[in-house]
């Protein structure tokens, strides 16, 4: 399948969440691929059935993803014990990088309809069964399941934000080991950041697709009050210890804190650390809360100045004492729907955010307030940069003024 077919065609929600995971381009760049894998386990020491799991697998995932071309079994032949590799590759016919590939998967997963509907649906579970399961392991020591998180960009790192934003998965079920501020690290012993899941909330809310790791939960985690519960359209559930809800935020406060003072940086010894020391890593974790919906933190913290004209004078709203200021969406995807990130959300006073209204004045005016947003707002700007690809300014400005709800 060509990369513009697929940026271009309806993809099944479990093959998106699998690219949206974990992509990887060939070393000629002229292959994109995702790819689901695993590795024998002790406890299912039998090569048989792992074999006999690759073929199930294989059915399940070219029977959910049957518009698409099917997954490939690139599994090694050589080894007695291989590692399962099963891939869905893709031909880079639009000869993207991979950060413009990951900008185009982005806007293509915020085009999706399935991600703005209520509830905890089969579709967004499937996403979900892409992104974690298809390179995820069973911790057979703590009831986690773990993937190797890979990010190229703070806009990648950044992309773990969407369970909890849009496939209500709760941020209290996941966990974010980045791998500058492991132990091992600081040791001189690098590992992979990871992404962890609460094993026992994704057993009874999401499933497993995959026969064998099903099959070890059932060797290691019976004898912990999991036991097996259903088989509905391939997919094992399972019955767990009840998981007591929590409003500490500790996932989406480490997720922030990393791309905005560690990723990228080269760090010593001691300031990993003293990070480590202010992240409470050894020890108990500070009571962060995420009760603040995105507008509103950003209604607190955001400077009272219009983002456009740079006026920090409008009226003093009666109820909050402060000067009134409305929140705008600076781009919208043209579907009724906003791009809910920190640097797509500006304070615009009356005037400004009246006349960036669709239809409400001529476009050169629009255009103009919108350049000044991208000017004053350097957040902004790359946010928009990335969202469309480019780095034309007016080709930018043009792309935000079409799309104006």
């Not at 499933?207 to 290691?220: H, M, P």
Request: with cysteine.
């Amino acid at each position: 399948m060509k990369v513009s077919a697929f940026l271009e065609e309806r993809t099944q929600p479990l093959l998106l969440g699998a690219f949206y995971g974990r992509y990887v381009f060939s070393k000629d760049g002229k292959k994109i691929y995702t790819e689901v894998s695993y590795k024998s386990s002790k406890f299912v020491p039998d090569t048989a059935k792992l074999l006999q799991s690759r073929d199930l697998l294989l059915e399940k995932l070219n029977a959910v993803c049957a518009r698409q071309p099917f997954f490939k079994d690139c599994t090694s032949k050589e080894t007695e014990s291989p590692k399962i590799v099963l891939r869905f590759i893709l031909e880079n016919d639009l000869n993207l990088s991979q950060n413009s590939f990951y900008n185009k998967l982005y806007v293509k997963l915020m085009s999706e309809d399935f991600i703005y509907d209520e509830g905890l649906t089969e579709s967004k579970k499937q996403f979900i069964r892409g992104f974690a399961e298809s390179r995820g392991s069973i911790d057979t020591n703590r009831p986690l399941l773990a993937l190797d998180y890979f990010y190229n960009s703070v806009n990648e790192v950044k992309r773990a934000r969407v369970l909890y934003d849009y496939l209500n998965v709760p941020f209290s079920v996941l966990n974010f080991n980045s791998r500058e501020l492991q132990s091992e690290y600081i040791a001189g012993k690098k590992r992979n950041t990871q992404l962890r899941f609460n094993l026992f909330w994704y057993l009874s809310n999401i499933g497993l697709l995959n026969d064998y790791k099903a099959e070890i939960v059932r060797k290691v985690y019976t004898d912990k009050n999991v036991k097996y519960l259903r088989t509905e359209n391939g997919v094992h559930y399972f019955s767990c210890p009840e998981i007591t809800p929590s409003r500490k935020d500790t996932f989406d406060f480490r997720l922030r804190y990393y791309y905005n003072n560690v990723f990228g940086k080269e760090l010593s010894a001691f300031e990993i650390g003293e990070l480590r020391k202010e992240l409470k890593f050894d020890g108990e974790p500070r009571d962060f809360k995420r009760n603040l919906g995105l507008i509103e933190m950003i209604r607190l913290y955001a400077p009272d100045e219009c983002a456009a004209c740079g006026t920090t004078k409008t009226y003093t709203h009666k109820n909050t004492g402060r000067q009134y200021f409305e929140h705008h969406h600076v781009i919208s995807l043209g579907k009724n729907y906003e791009l809910d990130d920190e640097n797509n959300i500006v304070k615009l006073c009356p005037t400004c955010h009246r006349t960036v209204k669709k239809g409400s004045a001529p476009e050169n005016e629009q255009k103009e307030v919108i350049a000044k947003i991208l000017k004053n707002r350097a957040n902004v700007y790359a946010f928009a940069s990335q969202i469309f690809d480019t780095d034309d300014f007016d080709g930018i400005t043009d792309k935000i003024w079409r799309a104006l709800k």
